[in-house]
């Protein structure tokens, strides 16, 4: 008994070490989560667009595959592929109102939705102007020669949160 508790205490004290965090879970497995969930509840917009998140998700780790990577995609892998896949709902998004497609609009809205919950909340326009501005002042940039350095800071500090096509038409403007 004395050894049990010897045990787990001491597995207990290399968890707080290393950093372990009981409420800590891979993007990927919080997918398969609510796949499993929304299976359960029998919401079939949910279950289709997480299925098709985690076949994107196994496409690109077979893709990835070599002799040292066998695990998979690492979960900044997995946000980009998020991001990718909202853009192509976005143009679809855009494609459907230009055609009174309403029917396929709110699937592409709602898997949009879907997809969403699984990134870190992206900017508001007024605080990527903000952003866009400061970054300016602070390199100096005064003409449209300099976008590429404004975007290469941008991506630098705000690559999980900035919507890098609104920030890029915003410097456009600002630029001029």
Known sequence: MVRQVTFFFLLNIIFIKVGYN?????L?????DKLQNALKQKDKV??????????AIKDKDIASRSKDNREGIKDDDIKQ????????????????????????????????????EFLPKQLSEE?????????ITSLGANSIKDMGKVMGALKKDYSEVLDFAKAGNILKEILK
């Open 22 to 26: 009981k409420n800590f879970m891979s």
């Open 28 to 32: 990927r497995k919080n997918i398969e």
């Open 127 to 135: 605080e990527i102007v903000s952003i866009c501005k400061k970054t």
């Open 81 to 116: 592929l998020l991001k990718k896949m909202i853009k192509q709902r976005s143009e679809s998004i855009e494609i459907y109102k230009k055609n009174s497609r309403d029917d396929l609009l709110a699937i592409e809205e709602k898997e949009v939705e879907v997809i969403s």
């Open 46 to 55: 949910l279950s289709s667009t997480l299925r098709l998140i985690l076949a």
